[in-house]
């Protein structure tokens, strides 16, 4: 099979499966079904096929690549930088985003109408429409402020509404 790319999309995809390579290492290593070995030769590839293209994100592990040694193709440190810091904004993005999730859900929790508590039962625990929009408030909340208006309350009454769930 062929695929034909510029190089500016090849260099696009080498990023993007560098970020997935991440991922489903950090996500599954140690499960049964993951098979680095297959992701590896898959990285092995799109690197040896980035250095044939005159792809600048790759390089030979000691720059002593000739026909005699075929050196390792290794990604450059500015590839590495650049997965680095789209895992970093992801996992960045992720946290801001469950934080909002999290406290939205409680939110909603607490207020519950008897309506909704019997609409939670009958679909299985799904939680409220206006949940989004307690979501999105936190989320604006956060762009704005940041945690500076966050703040722990000692007296707050917990729910627990896991005989409701």
């Not at 290593?29 to 040896?48: C, H, N, Q």
Request: proline share 2%.
């Amino acid at each position: 099979m062929n695929i034909e790319l510029t190089k500016d999309q090849f260099r696009e995809l080498l990023l993007l499966a560098s970020v997935g390579n991440h991922v489903r290492r950090g996500a599954l290593a140690g499960e049964e079904l993951y098979i680095p070995e297959r992701d590896e030769a898959l990285m092995t590839a799109l690197y040896e096929m980035a250095y044939e293209a005159g792809i600048g994100e790759v390089e030979t592990d000691g720059n002593n690549r000739t026909e005699e040694n075929s050196g390792a193709i290794v990604p450059t440190q500015k590839l590495e930088d650049a997965v680095h810091t789209l895992l970093e904004d992801f996992a960045d993005e992720r946290f801001w985003h469950e934080l909002s999730l999290l406290l939205a859900q409680r939110d909603i929790e607490r207020t519950l109408t008897p309506d909704e508590q019997l609409g939670m039962e009958l679909s299985g625990g799904i939680l409220p429409e206006r949940l989004y929009e307690v979501c999105e408030r936190y989320s604006m909340e956060f762009e704005t402020f940041g945690i500076d208006r966050l703040e722990i309350n000692e007296n707050a009454q917990v729910s627990d509404l896991r005989d409701v769930l």
